[in-house]
């Protein structure tokens, strides 16, 4: 999902690649660095389903599926990343809490669909079926064929924009969830150290999610923005997290569990229980 900005040539040529940065930073309300930026922000729907040992699949209530959890992500080249509730949406479904116990039954993914911002339809992801890497604790990548921004490869400290997804109201994500992006510019961001404090803009608005990207300048005149960190809130503030490398080592500090995870915090159950054999237990949309 590149952009590409046309700047005075001979105006890059006076500041200098990291002065240009700075110089970007002026044009942070710029409709075309919003609509870069906007358009790699989507709405996930990730359902599920129960196997028994035999590999026979199971929804709930007469539905191909047995659960569904939202959440948001950030679209990247052939990828998507996204948290924990898309990678074991089960977790935080308080249907499930019965099976849990039970071994004959295993809870595994079945459709993964997305909602690119303004838009009004789920578009269904086609993905392999041992999609999801694990980059940092609650931080995966989904591979997907996708258009998105470019992973950052950047280390030291770097001037870039904070993502903010936000929503009006304190209710659950759900797939009718109306929510609001904005663009905060931000200077000398420590892209390697974990736990870097970042500030959410300061409205009535609940913020549900954050990302960092940086400008990449590739040829004189031509920038695209790169994806370097997601921010995550462990419940004393939001705090960013790279990554540009591997899950994060024993000796790094790594995020705390958030609230959402508590069982007051998951979707109360409304249906009957019942399971609903799956004819052929397709799998969704896995090749």
Known sequence: MKKT???????????????AQNFLGVFASDNLIKETNY??????????????????????DNKPEFGKMYSFGILIENGLIVDDRVTHPWNYDSNYDSYKENREYTPTLFETSIKPYGEKEFIKLQRDENSFKELRDNCFKLSCQSQGLNLADTTGKVNGWMVWVMQPTESEITKDT?????????????VKASGFEVLPPQNTQKVIAGFFIVPHITLVGTVTFELCSFAYND???????????????????????GKEENDDKKPKVVSGGKLTPVENSKKGNVK
């Open 5 to 19: 900005l046309f700047l005075l040539f001979f105006a890059l040529i006076e500041i200098g690649v990291l002065n």
């Open 39 to 60: 358009k790699a922000v989507v709405l996930v729907e990730q359902s599920y389903q129960l196997k028994d040992s035999k590999g026979n699949a199971y929804g709930l």
């Open 178 to 190: 109306e929510y609001n992006v904005y663009l905060s510019f931000v200077q000398e961001v420590d």
């Open 235 to 257: 419940s004393s503030a939001w705090k960013l997290y790279s990554i540009i490398q591997d899950k994060t080592s024993e000796n790094e500090t790594k995020p705390e569990k």
